[in-house]
């Protein structure tokens, strides 16, 4: 019991056909109160996104996407390899 959206005309969309594999990318995500399928998703890409980010900033001890902040908040952790580096005091 909820609208997710403001009441306007919005494009139809025709399904022709849906398509299954066993071994799904995304298997499921989830409506309903927060954190939406945004959240799931930004969860899922910041697995995804750390290890690489790692490999190109070895100082990057953690990053945080906050699935409440969708995406517009980003909390990281470095290590600073000298002083007067970049990052904070």
């Not at 959206?5 to 494009?11: D, R």
């Not at 056909?17 to 930004?42: F, H, M, Q």
Request: aromatic share 6%; no cysteine.
């Amino acid at each position: 019991m909820g609208v997710y959206s403001i009441a306007k005309e919005y494009p139809v969309v025709r399904v022709k056909a849906i398509y299954s594999r066993r071994d799904p990318l995304i298997p499921v995500t989830v409506t309903g109160k927060p954190v939406l399928e945004d959240g799931n998703i930004i969860r899922f890409g910041t697995k995804v996104v750390k290890p690489l980010l790692k490999l190109i900033l070895p100082e990057l001890v953690d990053i945080e996407i906050p699935p409440e902040g969708l995406g517009y908040v980003i909390i990281t952790s470095i290590r600073k390899r000298y002083p007067g580096m970049p990052g904070g005091s």
